[in-house]
């Protein structure tokens, strides 16, 4: 299950931030998910549950954007809608295309906590 050690690569990215910051914990991460990526949504659900603990992470609010996938056809350059990464032109049938968008997998947000001056 690649979505673990995804889920760890994001809380060390996370955690080096808010040390950066000061911050204390952080309350809420935002994620774009390309719909074509390799990301389970359940398994990335059930890893990010489990790797989360004892993180700055743990409790904080996760916000998934789920980005639809897009290709250009290699053979005609019509841009579709894509559902799969195989998916056939709907113009010319055609199963060459280049990816434009859906692959991606992106912190898009991180709400911090700062650190209470005594």
Same mark, same amino acid.
Request: proline share 3%; net charge negative.
């Given at each position: 299950?690649?979505?673990?050690? #995804?889920?760890?690569? #994001? &809380?060390? #990215?996370?955690?080096?931030?808010?040390?950066?910051?000061?911050?204390?914990? &952080? $309350?809420?991460?935002?994620?774009? /998910?390309?719909?074509? $990526?390799t990301i389970e949504p359940a398994a990335f659900e059930f890893a990010w549950k489990h790797g989360i603990r004892d993180s700055v992470l743990e409790m904080s609010q996760l916000k998934m954007n789920y980005i639809s996938?897009?290709?250009?056809? $290699?053979?005609?350059?019509?841009?579709?809608?894509?559902?799969?990464?195989?998916?056939?032109?709907?113009?010319?049938?055609?199963?060459?295309?280049?990816?434009?968008?859906?692959?991606?997998?992106? #912190?898009?947000? /991180?709400?911090?906590?700062?650190?209470?001056?005594?």
């Amino acid at each position: 299950m690649h979505e673990l050690s #995804i889920v760890l690569n #994001i &809380v060390e #990215i996370v955690e080096k931030e808010a040390f950066k910051a000061g911050a204390e914990s &952080v $309350s809420a991460i935002e994620l774009d /998910i390309g719909k074509l $990526s390799t990301i389970e949504p359940a398994a990335f659900e059930f890893a990010w549950k489990h790797g989360i603990r004892d993180s700055v992470l743990e409790m904080s609010q996760l916000k998934m954007n789920y980005i639809s996938g897009r290709g250009k056809c $290699s053979e005609c350059d019509t841009l579709f809608e894509m559902n799969e990464l195989y998916d056939p032109c709907p113009e010319c049938g055609s199963f060459f295309s280049e990816i434009m968008e859906g692959k991606e997998m992106n #912190i898009k947000s /991180i709400r911090i906590e700062e650190r209470l001056e005594t």
